[in-house]
């Protein structure tokens, strides 16, 4: 028997609108009534059917997940790979960048760090890279080191610090920004130090600073710890170092800034 007659068809959509609620999918129904006239006309088998409604449903479930991915990830600026102009930053490869946004540094637990002076575009790719692990279906939280410093201390404080690097663990991306503009603590450094071993090898982190390696020992203000920490770091890690005037800075005129210690307070 085919559903031909108007009463017929009014019925099984009804049955389909409340199959699709019931699934809890009700995207289902939109997607099988528009389909099913393209699926006549185009005379499309039942399965070519039913997997276009279906993708149209699963399709929508990634896209909504990752909005609220993205969402939830804090990240300030929503700057995307896409925006970033290759141009201004010769120097840097983007088969390297276009690698990095397949994600498959994320499956691997690597790094990225991003190296350079302010406004070279450091944070706009940490935060692209971070979109694209987002949609990629990775959980990403975004924040700067001060800000990762205060989480952890306060996490120490109520004795819950290995509760808290544990749940952290189950974000595949962490994103520390803005290394090196606010010296540490020795407990802060200590505290920091922790977060980088705990994902060691088991989730990814992405770091930017102002400041080459060389210069990490003053702001975690212990030459022993900031080795231990980049030696964890940079063992499965891509480091990239921007370089140029600042962005930001583009036709204005001023075309340098104070020097990297000085830099400590620019933004
Ligand atoms: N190559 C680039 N293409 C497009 N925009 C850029 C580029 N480099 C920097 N910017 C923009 O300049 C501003 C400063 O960049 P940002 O990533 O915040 O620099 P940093 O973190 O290195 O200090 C941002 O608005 C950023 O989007
Ligand atoms: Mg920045």
Do not use: C
Not at 70 to 87: C, L, N, Y
């Amino acid at each position: 028997m085919t559903a031909t007659e108007p009463t017929e068809i009014a019925k099984i959509a009804k049955q389909i609108e409340y199959l699709a609620r019931a699934l809890k999918a009700p995207r289902i129904r939109d997607a099988a009534a528009r389909l099913a006239d393209q699926a006549r006309d185009g005379g499309w088998t039942h399965e070519e059917y039913l997997a276009a409604v279906l993708d149209r449903e699963v399709s929508a479930r990634d896209a909504s997940g990752a909005r609220l991915r993205i969402r939830a990830a804090g990240f300030g600026t929503a700057k995307t790979i896409e925006e970033f102009v290759f141009d201004h930053q010769p120097g840097l490869k983007r088969d390297t960048i276009a690698h990095l946004a397949t994600g498959a540094f994320l499956a691997k637990a690597e790094n990225v760090v991003l190296l350079g002076p302010p406004g070279t575009g450091k944070t706009h790719l940490a935060v692209g890279l971070g979109i694209k692990a987002a949609q990629a279906g990775h959980r990403v939280l975004f924040a700067t080191a001060t800000e990762w410093v205060t989480r952890l201390t306060d996490a120490h404080q109520h004795g819950r610090l290995a509760e808290e690097l544990a749940r952290l663990r189950r974000y595949g991306l962490l994103i520390v920004d803005e290394v090196g503009y606010i010296p540490f603590e020795q407990d802060a450094a200590n505290l920091f130090f922790q977060l980088v071993s705990s994902r060691y090898e088991h989730a990814s982190l992405i770091l930017t600073s102002n400041l080459p390696f060389a210069r990490w020992g003053d702001v975690f203000g212990d030459q022993a710890v900031a080795a231990a920490m980049i030696d964890r770091i940079v063992h499965h890690a891509d480091v990239i170092t921007l370089k140029g005037a600042s962005h930001r800075l583009r036709n204005t005129g001023i075309d340098t800034l104070p020097s990297a210690r000085t830099e400590n307070t620019a933004h």
